[in-house]
């Protein structure tokens, strides 16, 4: 009999028994792949750091340079292991021509570096992890320009500033430990020494990398604090190894995390699947369940028939699932391999999918179990007389039909139904939800990453040109230049000069550490501040989120900080996000000390119809060497690989969360139908017609799925923005606000869910009969 019933059960729910083992074995793949992804990532930074021999905490310096100094430091430090100071030729970008249509990278937001090979540490390597050689006359390029500008091997590069001109020939490229991922404004060209040499002493800027390895990187932190108070060459911002890391890992980062997120959502509503699906079976075979009870077969013995269907199931799934994962995670880890490279095989990389996918595997099983609990509440002679399980009682709360008189009798059944058995709906409900946040979640993540007021996240004002001003000699008198005719040029709207400067201030161990302080006016061109806000008094500062986090100083805390030999105590007003700069940076409002000065910025908002584009050759041309940057270009060079990345799983989420509504609305309708049967038959009976019927299991599914949509929507603004902020305060953007397309969140893809559960419910419930009661009695 249980064999029978087991056979029975295969031939009548063969789609749903197909549908449900896709679905666990999509939940495996997707958890294997991204559990794989966070592996790999791991270990292949963890070799590209190992081979790169990459510094623990580096000074980037520009001006005047006095090694001398450098050596003396780090030859008393108890802490140094080696160091070394790597000079590099920064290039104007109008001189460079990487792109075989002749245009040069004058619109780049990038810094481009001409460096020789280390030879002590941080060495750069080609696309086999190996240190980068090449011979005269040859350039390696970084791994960013083989993506952004097909920059391809054979292909010429040519340097021409009108007095110096060179061209080299592509020989490979370069996987950068420090300035690898395209977040990090900086990239390194690699010549040969001779080469090097002859263009260091005609054309671009000198700037230094003053490296450090450290004997114990646990007290990393108390060598920042000595190499500052020291008062070390600091023109320039400070990185150190765990920032490194955090920055090439984000975009293939942030991609696992929101597979492994989709994975666990699809996870639950498999489980979700296969309790529809279990509930479904037992109320067809109730009648069944209790003649096997009568006659004395033990309930334990019947429990197990079914969980060794399901679990079969499951098992098989998550085989299928997990060696499927091995065929599709080329296609996600193809952007890592090529700026990381391919992690080496071991026993963890193997072993941690496995365990995931047998892990999604053991909680389908485990549901199973709990579900099939139900069995050991099931009377013998309750079942025969009812012949259903009897869960579905009114509540009594549900509204009379008498009372509604504007409403169609079908509709106002149907919304009855749903707050008369709302137990019954709350798993649907459930499985609406997560469909809706598995929807929204990317969908709003891939529009804040477009958005221009990303920027505000990455410490960059929100203005339609950026004027930037690296250190030099004579950047103070171009800097009044610049001002001056933006003052003049009545096609400008408003700008706002900010400049940065190094400041000492006391720690909390009363040590004198150095700080890059931002100084201007902080109103005109505002940020998003993650706690309080802008500075606008003399003795108020504001601190960014790594900064903020590293002092340990929080909104109304003091800072003593030391300005033109006066010590001055600080509010602190703010907290803001910021990844530029190394992610540490601050803003005050303090005198103008030119002589202190690191760099210049200035935000520039034009007057409406003036062409972006244009403005900005003419003030590149004009303010050269200064770099001016159009932010629609700065963000789609920065983060076009991400946003690339966010589309295809954006595109993948949607596609996902609508066959799961679809799928899960068929599997709860059939139950539905299957315990209405009795209902169904009453209605027609009594002169309801077919339509009438599938109108009311209509407006169920929709009535459902709009409060799942509702409810989806908040959780996704709220638990999903908190992920995607916690996810990013790694390199510095902590609290992040979802940008939200209203017309797309809250019209476009709530009506693409409700046209597909509303033709799923009228196929579902086309197998409806014209039953009578009297047939029913006698069927």
Not at 54 to 78: C, I, R, T, W, Y
Not at 82 to 105: C, F, I, R, T
Not at 579 to 585: A, D, H, I, L, S
């Amino acid at each position: 009999m249980l064999i029978q019933m087991l056979r029975r059960d295969f031939r009548r729910k063969k789609s749903i028994s197909i549908a449900l083992f896709i679905f666990i074995s999509i939940s495996a793949l997707l958890v294997a792949s991204g559990s794989n992804m966070l592996m790999e990532l791991t270990q292949s930074l963890n070799a590209l750091f190992k081979q790169s021999k990459a510094p623990h905490f580096v000074q980037m310096h520009a001006g005047e340079l006095n090694e001398a100094e450098v050596q003396k430091f780090a030859s008393a430090h108890d802490l140094v292991e080696d160091y070394q100071v790597a000079a590099m030729v920064n290039v104007d970008g109008s001189h460079l021509y990487l792109k075989q249509d002749g245009e040069s990278e004058e619109q780049s937001v990038m810094d481009h570096y001409f460096v020789m090979q280390n030879e002590s540490f941080d060495l750069l390597l080609d696309t086999g992890n190996k240190p980068v050689r090449v011979e005269r006359g040859e350039i390696a390029v970084p791994v960013y320009y083989k993506q952004q500008s097909n920059v391809s091997i054979g292909d010429t590069i040519k340097l021409s500033d009108g007095a110096f001109e060179r061209e080299w020939t592509v020989a490979g490229y370069v996987r950068d430990a420090q300035m690898n991922a395209s977040i990090v404004h900086s990239k390194r060209f690699v010549l040969h020494p001779s080469d090097w040499a002859a263009l260091s002493q005609r054309t671009g800027e000198m700037e230094y990398l003053i490296e450090f390895r450290l004997k114990d990187q646990g007290m990393l932190q108390q060598f920042r604090s000595d190499y500052q108070a020291a008062s070390m060459p600091s023109k320039g911002p400070s990185v150190d190894e765990s920032l490194f890391k955090a920055l090439n890992a984000l975009t293939d980062g942030i991609l696992a995390a929101v597979i492994i997120l989709v994975s666990l959502l699809l996870s639950l509503v498999a489980i979700l699947c296969l309790r529809y699906t279990l509930i479904a079976a037992m109320e067809e075979d109730y009648r069944e369940i209790g003649i096997m009870k009568a006659i004395g077969i033990r309930p334990k013995t019947i429990k197990n028939m079914y969980l060794l269907k399901y679990s079969a199931l499951a098992v098989l799934a998550a085989i299928i699932g997990y060696a499927a994962s091995w065929g599709v995670n080329a296609l996600f880890t193809s952007n890592m391999e090529l700026y990381l490279g391919s992690a080496p095989r071991s026993l963890p990389l193997l072993a941690v999918p496995l365990i995931a996918s047998a892990l999604v595997c053991a909680i389908v099983i485990g549901c199973c179990k709990l579900t099939l609990r139900a069995f050991d509440r099931v009377s013998a002679v309750e079942a025969l007389r009812a012949g259903t399980l009897g869960e579905a009682r009114s509540s009594g709360k549900a509204p009379a039909l008498h009372r509604s008189r504007w409403m169609p009798v079908p509709v106002f059944l149907g919304m009855r139904d749903v707050l008369s058995r709302f137990k019954m709906y709350r798993l649907l409900l459930v499985v609406f939800i997560i469909s809706t946040c598995i929807m929204i979640v990317p969908v709003n993540l891939l529009n804040t990453f477009k958005s221009p007021s990303f920027n505000t996240y990455m410490g960059i004002e929100r203005s339609d040109l950026r004027i930037d001003m690296q250190y030099s000699e004579q950047v103070t008198e171009e800097f009044m230049r610049v001002s001056q005719t933006l003052t003049n040029d009545a096609d400008v709207e408003r700008f706002s000069p900010i400049f940065a400067s190094a400041f000492q201030y006391v720690n909390s161990d009363g040590a004198m550490e150095e700080m890059a302080v931002e100084t201007g006016d902080f109103s005109l061109f505002p940020l998003e501040y993650a706690q309080g806000r802008a500075p606008v008094e003399e003795n108020e500062i504001a601190l960014s989120y790594l900064n903020g986090k590293d002092m340990g100083k929080k909104v109304g805390d003091r800072i003593r900080l030391h300005v033109d030999g006066t010590e001055k105590e600080m509010t602190v007003t703010g907290i803001y996000q910021d990844v530029t700069n190394g992610g540490r940076t601050a803003k005050a409002v303090l005198p103008f000390l030119p002589d202190q000065v690191i760099r210049y910025e200035v935000s520039v908002d034009l007057k409406e119809g003036v062409p972006v584009r244009d403005k900005m050759e003419q003030y590149a041309k004009s303010f050269y060497p200064a770099k001016v940057t159009d932010l629609e270009g700065y963000l789609s060079q920065t983060l076009g690989n991400t946003i690339h990345q966010l589309r295809l799983l954006t595109a993948v989420a949607v596609i996902v969360a609508i066959l799961i509504a679809i799928l899960i609305t068929a599997l709860f309708l059939q139950m539905a139908v299957a315990k209405d049967a009795a209902q169904i038959a009453i209605m027609r009976s009594i002169g309801f017609s077919l339509p009438a019927i599938r109108i009311q299991y209509v407006t169920r599914a929709l009535l459902v799925l709009g409060i799942g949509i509702l409810f989806g929507t908040i959780v996704s603004n709220t638990a999903g923005q908190s992920l995607a902020g916690l996810i990013l305060s790694f390199i510095g953007a902590s609290s992040i606000k979802f940008v939200i397309n209203p017309v797309q969140a809250y019209a476009g893809l709530p009506l693409v869910l409700m046209a597909a559960v509303a033709v799923t419910t009228l196929l579902s419930i086309a197998s409806i009969k014209k039953t009578t009661i009297t047939e029913w009695n006698a069927g």
